[in-house]
């Protein structure tokens, strides 16, 4: 199967190291990689919005399955795209329709499907430019903490917690009437703080059947103790502790098998990954956010303890048969610290050499999230630069073998936290 996967990201990496394993891979390309994805497959220089030249590419190649990694593509109806044209129909995308994509790229979307099926999230209400009044009332008299999000994707800035009133009608009228994220904050969801820890769910599905991949639980805050602001992700770990048989049985019932059974009800075309952003509250989950992809660093984790071999799976997914596949799960706990540039997640600097990165073993590999290629060094490209996963029998166990890979690998900037995981030590 010759294989066309999407992005550059840690994510990416993950999932080209996954496939590369597969008897059924005879060649992938990665567009456009990082320094990384060479070890797995051929980088190719397109972008992943530029549909033409994936078309051009894919004609071109032979490309026998696309795997677009980031939800851009996704929300840009990259799916559509090939299914509407005659030299591309036969090539299966993993991934939802545009349509089903905006269970990621619509905040006010994901609430409504929610509140149709029945699945359980924070109350909520819906606001624009028609009934902006009635929101300002409706935050005045809203308990605190509470929570605005922008409709549309906003690259992660788009939701508030707001303190007091004041932060929220400022923050509130700065959406709607002064266009703060674009046409992404035209619409604006006001919802309920939920209290809880936070975990992700992610079920890969046909359509009509899905299966659940390992639970992972990611840090997004850039300092220590869930502090400062949020970046991508600065770690992530897997399995989840309290994700035990009896909660995610919960998570199966009440959440990703009514979102798949709403999806395939409302004619929803749907044929990739569902990432379930959960919060546990008091033993019950509930949605704070759909993703149309994997996450990231939470596919560092996941892949690593996923032990069927991720193109098969796909096959099932391109023939309807994901019913029939079990998923088998590495019983060891595996745990990723990213290393970032100095700086981020605001302004910070790249081309710094990297050096110190050790080879994969049985145990480790270090994911390139954001770096590239230069003559014979590698450098940082990005704010997110390595991603490190070990896996052991404990949790802390592979913390600590990351933590000292993660203080052998030098660049200029380096920084990572060193408390992944500090909730369950
Ligand atoms: P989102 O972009 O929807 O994932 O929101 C970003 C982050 O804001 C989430 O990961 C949560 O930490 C937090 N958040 C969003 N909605 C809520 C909520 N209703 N209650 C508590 N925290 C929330
Ligand atoms: N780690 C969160 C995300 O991928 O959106």
Redesign the pocket.
């Known amino acids: 199967m010759n294989i066309l996967l999407l992005g550059s990201g840690g994510r990416e990496h993950a999932l080209a190291w996954k496939m590369a394993q597969s008897p059924a891979c005879t060649k992938l390309y990665i567009a456009p990689g990082n320094a990384g994805t060479p070890a797995y497959g051929e980088n190719v220089n397109l972008s992943v919005s530029d549909f033409e030249g994936i078309k051009a590419f894919c004609i071109d190649k032979q490309i026998d399955l696309l795997l677009p990694g980031s939800e851009e593509p996704l929300v840009l109806g990259i799916y559509d795209f090939f299914g509407a044209d005659p030299a591309l129909q036969h090539i299966p995308v993993i991934g939802p329709s545009r349509s089903g994509a905006r269970l990621e790229g619509s905040?006010a979307f994901a609430k409504e499907f929610m509140l149709r099926h029945n699945i359980p999230?924070?109350a909520y209400r819906e606001f624009s430019e028609a009934n902006f009044e009635e929101g300002l009332a409706y935050i005045a008299a809203h308990t605190l903490?509470v929570?605005l999000?922008a409709d549309g994707l906003a690259l992660?800035k788009?939701?508030v917690?707001a303190a007091t009133h004041e932060e929220a009608i400022a923050e509130y009228t700065e959406m709607i009437k002064s266009a703060k994220f674009g046409d992404a904050s035209k619409k604006v969801v006001v919802?309920?703080?939920?209290?809880?820890i936070?975990m992700s769910a992610f079920a890969l599905s046909d359509g009509q059947h899905y299966v659940l991949l390992p639970s992972a639980k990611d840090y997004?805050r850039i300092g220590e103790g869930d502090t400062g602001l949020?970046t991508g992700g600065m770690g992530a770990i897997s399995p989840v502790p309290f994700a035990d048989t009896a909660f995610m049985k919960k998570v199966e019932d009440r959440v990703v098998r009514p979102t798949v059974a709403g999806l395939a009800a409302e004619g929803i075309v749907y044929h990739g990954f569902i990432f379930f952003?959960l919060?546990n509250v008091e033993g019950d989950p509930?949605v704070?956010?759909y993703n149309c992809r994997m996450g990231d660093p939470e596919t560092e984790v996941v892949m690593p303890r996923l032990q069927n071999d991720l193109l098969d799976l796909f096959t099932a997914v391109k023939h309807r048969q994901l019913d029939k596949v079990t998923i088998t799960e590495d019983p060891r706990a595996a745990a990723t610290i990213m290393l970032v540039s100095g700086g981020y997640p605001e302004a910070y600097e790249k081309g710094k050499e990297i050096t110190g990165i050790p080879a994969p073993t049985a145990d480790q590999i270090v994911f390139h999230a954001g770096s590239k290629a230069d003559g014979g060094k590698t450098l940082t490209n990005g704010g997110r630069v390595l991603a490190i996963t070990s896996l052991a029998s404990d949790l802390q166990q592979a913390l600590a073998h990351s933590r000292e890979t993660a203080d052998s690998i030098s660049f200029g900037g380096k920084y990572y936290r060193r408390d992944i995981g500090y909730e369950f030590s």
Request: charged share 25%; aromatic share 8%.
């Open positions: 905040k999230t924070a903490p929570v999000k992660g788009g939701v917690i919802e309920a703080f939920l209290t809880g936070e997004k949020n952003g919060i509930f704070i956010e």
